[in-house]
Structure formats: C-alpha cells, structure tokens
C-alpha cells in the first residue's frame, strides 16, 4: 500500500502541525494513564510525573 503524505509549506502552518499532534499525543497519554486500573492518587501522580517530564523537555 503506497500513502502520500502532503506536509504543510508554511512556518505558521507546520507550527499549527505541531500543536495539533502535540495535543492529540498529550491526550493519548493522558487517556491511558486514566484507564490503568490504579488508585486515583496514583494517577494523579503519574500525570503530574509526565507533566514535568514534558515542561523539562520544552526548558519550561
């Protein structure tokens, strides 16, 4: 099977790219760590966790 992928030319198009699997990345995650069967304070733990992961990554 052959796909094409059109990527956007743009610098403010490929930003709005970005945000957007950015999101979508972050909601996945988010999900998955909510359908763990764990307490709800580990959970929350675990958010807050990937959380600071991500902010130390961005040099937030």
């Known amino acids: ?3 094409t992928v059109h990527y956007p030319n743009k ?6 790219l970005e ?3 950015a999101i979508i990345h972050s909601e ?3 999900d998955y760590i909510l359908n763990q069967n ?3 304070e ?5 958010i807050s ?3 600071n992961i991500g902010r130390k990554g961005l040099g937030c």
């Open 49 to 51: 966790h990937v959380t």
């Open 11 to 16: 610098e403010q198009d490929k930003r709005k």
């Open 38 to 40: 764990c307490f709800k």
């Open 42 to 46: 580990e959970k929350q733990q675990l």
């Open 1 to 3: 099977m052959k796909v």
């Open 19 to 21: 945000q957007r699997v």
């Open 28 to 30: 996945a995650v988010r």
